[in-house]
């Protein structure tokens, strides 16, 4: 049945798409000229295509009943039209700007310049079909070792971990069978899956039944930390599907891994107050619950949603190996240049601090599937003796 209350949202987006592509439209015109039929003729068409891939998405975001991967693909044409059309729109205020410089200063823009706008133009709109479609399209496999003189037993016990595949929109189950093939591929002892699984409601059932599946099939055991956006999403819903699947949710708690001195701790994202901040006195607290009763000699892998739980370890010997997500890896990296980096001290892959190792993982989805040098990824993790 159709969900009337999500109606008015995907009207919302619809009008903004369309308007976006006009404004986008009336650039491209400018930059040409009106002599442009051609362009007038093949733009409102290519409005009109991706316009149906994104109302395609939302009727079936709407209905719940969007898993398949052509709708997953569909989606992320629209949402690739849509951001090119963001894009064009700053170059449309420059443009703006200097033709009313222009009008003011009585000289016209001359053809060259027209040429220079316009190539930037469909240069961002390549660039964001290329970046979605990377962001969509590829989830590398990320192999490390780590090793400790605390292992007694011979071998390698391997761990799979992945974070923050916010299934929901242009990431649904059609990813997460993917995501798992990989994991399956490597033939690991135990999955870890890192927060930020949800971003719909309505994807928690049967994704945690795929996951019932997938550990069964491969008789290993599964665990699971809570993200923000498990909050965001449906935090009850989360908690009683939890409950009743072979997923083990380890909330500011701990387990035997191997049937050796592994022990896997598990905690909390610490809302400040109920908002979005992380609560740095509440994440002290929640560290503290989870190492109750862990033996003092063992290895201690933490898994913890966001990084910032490794500023509040602060090179106290608490854990060995911390693995986490929740920053994306910023996504989008060009050289030195990562718009997270100001917010995030850990932001993405392998950390050799003083008392621990740190592997933040840049997730295997994300709000939007626009990534640039910043592969979605899963991790594998061998532990064994030193």
């Known amino acids: ?17 369309g308007a976006i592509n006009y404004l986008a439209w ?3 015109s400018r930059c040409c000229g009106q002599k442009s039929r051609r362009l007038n003729i093949i733009f409102p068409t290519l409005f009109v295509l991706f316009g149906l891939c994104v109302s395609y998405d939302a009727l ?8 398949s991967g052509v709708g997953e693909f569909l989606g992320l044409l629209g949402m690739s039209w849509l951001l090119g059309g963001a894009f064009t729109v700053v170059l ?13 200063f009585r000289r016209q823009i001359g053809a060259a310049v027209r040429k220079v706008f316009l190539f930037i133009a469909l240069l961002l709109y390549l660039t964001a079909f290329l970046g979605m479609y990377n962001g969509w399209s590829t989830i590398v496999v990320n192999t490390q070792q780590f090793t400790s003189e605390k292992i007694k037993r011979p071998g390698v016990f391997r761990i799979a971990y992945f974070s923050d595949l916010h299934l929901g929109n242009v990431y649904n189950l059609a990813t ?19 927060g930020d699984l949800f971003d719909d409601e309505r994807e928690i059932v049967p994704a945690l039944k795929k996951l019932d599946e997938f550990g069964a099939a491969y008789a290993i055991p599964i665990y699971f930390v809570l993200g923000n956006h498990e ?15 072979r997923v083990k949710l380890l909330n500011n708690a701990h387990v035997q891994l191997s049937g050796d001195n592994v022990y896997l701790l598990g905690v909390d994202y610490p809302l400040y107050e ?55 890896g910023g996504q989008v990296e060009v050289g030195p240049l990562n718009f997270f980096k100001a ?23 994300g709000w939007l599937p626009f990534r640039f040098n910043c592969p979605a990824e899963i991790n594998i993790i061998d532990i064994e003796a030193k």
């Open 1 to 17: 049945m159709m969900r009337y209350g999500l109606v008015w949202h995907y009207i919302f987006a619809i009008f903004f798409y």
């Open 343 to 365: 917010k995030f001290r850990y932001l993405r892959g392998r950390y050799e601090l003083p008392n621990l190792t740190a592997v933040v993982s840049t997730g295997v989805g």
């Open 176 to 194: 997460l069978d993917r995501t798992l093939t990989l994991v399956g591929a490597q033939r690991p002892d135990a999955l870890l899956i890192g």
């Open 60 to 67: 079936q975001f709407v209905n719940g009943v969007y898993n």
């Open 26 to 28: 009336y650039y491209f």
């Open 92 to 104: 449309l205020l420059l443009f703006f700007v200097i033709n009313l410089a222009g009008k003011i």
């Open 231 to 245: 909050y965001y999403c449906n935090i009850a819903k989360v908690l009683d599907a939890l409950a009743k699947s």
């Open 274 to 328: 109920g908002g979005m901040r992380f609560d740095r006195k509440l994440a002290e607290l929640n560290l503290r619950t989870a190492l109750l009763r862990v033996p003092e000699n063992s290895l201690r892998v933490l898994l913890a949603h966001s990084p910032e739980y490794i500023e509040v370890i602060n090179n106290r010997v608490l854990v060995d190996l911390v693995l986490s997500g929740h920053t994306h």
